[in-house]
């Protein structure tokens, strides 16, 4: 099973949970039923699980050829190496076990979703279709990341459909541009930017690859100020009333684990340093969820 859940990176999952349960949470101002709660972390943990197993099966001939090359070595540190790193790739499980994982988790989180709202489950399988169309760009185009982007933010969005079928159009436009700036400076970057020997190998289009390092941390830059910022507008737009502590305290999070590691980066340009800053900036969603989660019970 250990195998299975390292082609779900669950531990990274976990983290990534918090993310609907935030934007869900900070727009109702208040605990749905428990109905929502039970059903809404069931499908958000087999949505997560179904699709970070995705990633890798569809990937996993890349995965092998940068294994081959000797990829993936020195992340003892990294966040997605705490487990076995591709295990399909790497053939501790065949492509039909992974596709299996895959399909299960998927079902259940389509189903789950569905009950939530129709709409829910239209996000899921956007989300997924998205998924697909990422991995294969691999050797297409940089802009790849956008579609990353917009991946990560799916959950979020479904989560407040499901508790809330008619929110606020600037509440959900301020938490997708919040949660994308977040995934591309924060995640999908720093991610390409551990990888980037690998990639440079099989001539993948990731922006530190297709742009001068220095230009890729002047993108992960003006992300991750454009994602703080957009906190901050999305805590004062949200239903909820959140005095102006609650609103600094979201702001010093995203300065803590985003901005600090980030200029740590700009200025060393070491891989260790993007390593980290991918890291910490998988515990923002989770701080924010508990920053609100202190405001709901108050």
């Not at 929502?36 to 092998?64: C, K, Q």
Request: overall charge positive; charged content about 15%; aromatic content about 12%.
């Amino acid at each position: 099973m250990k195998l299975f859940w390292a082609l779900s990176r669950t531990p990274h999952g976990l983290l990534d949970m918090a993310t609907p349960v935030f934007a869900a949470l900070l727009w109702l101002a208040e605990l749905p039923s428990l109905y929502i709660i039970l059903m809404g972390l069931l499908t958000t943990f087999s949505g997560y699980t179904a699709v970070y197993a995705l990633n890798d099966v569809v990937d996993h001939r890349v995965d092998a050829t940068k294994l081959k090359s000797g990829g993936f070595r020195n992340a003892g540190n990294y966040l997605d190496a705490v487990m076995v790193r591709h295990p399909v790739a790497q053939g501790f499980l065949t492509l039909r076990e992974g596709v299996a994982w895959t399909l299960s988790w998927g079902t259940v989180a389509c189903v789950g979703a569905y009950l939530l709202n129709p709409l829910c489950a239209a996000i899921f399988l956007g989300a997924v279709a998205l998924e697909a169309v990422y991995c294969l760009m691999w050797r297409v185009s940089h802009l790849r990341a956008i579609v990353s982007g917009a991946v990560k933010t799916s959950g979020a969005m479904a989560a407040v459909f499901a508790v809330d079928p008619n929110p606020s159009p600037l509440f959900m436009l301020t938490l997708f541009l919040c949660l994308f700036f977040w995934e591309i400076g924060g995640q999908n970057i720093p991610a390409d930017w551990t990888d980037i020997e690998e990639d440079r190998q099989v001539e993948a289009k990731t922006i530190p690859v297709c742009f001068e390092l220095r230009q890729a941390n002047r993108i992960i830059l003006v992300s991750i100020v454009a994602a703080i910022v957009l906190s901050g507008v999305l805590f004062m737009v949200s239903r909820a009333r959140f005095e102006i502590p609650y609103i600094f305290t979201a702001l010093f999070a995203g300065c803590y684990l985003l901005l600090g590691p980030a200029l740590k980066l700009f200025k060393s340009e070491r891989r260790r340093d993007a390593m980290t800053l991918f890291n910490r900036a998988s515990y923002y969603p989770a701080v924010l969820f508990l920053i609100v989660a202190i405001k709901s019970v108050l």
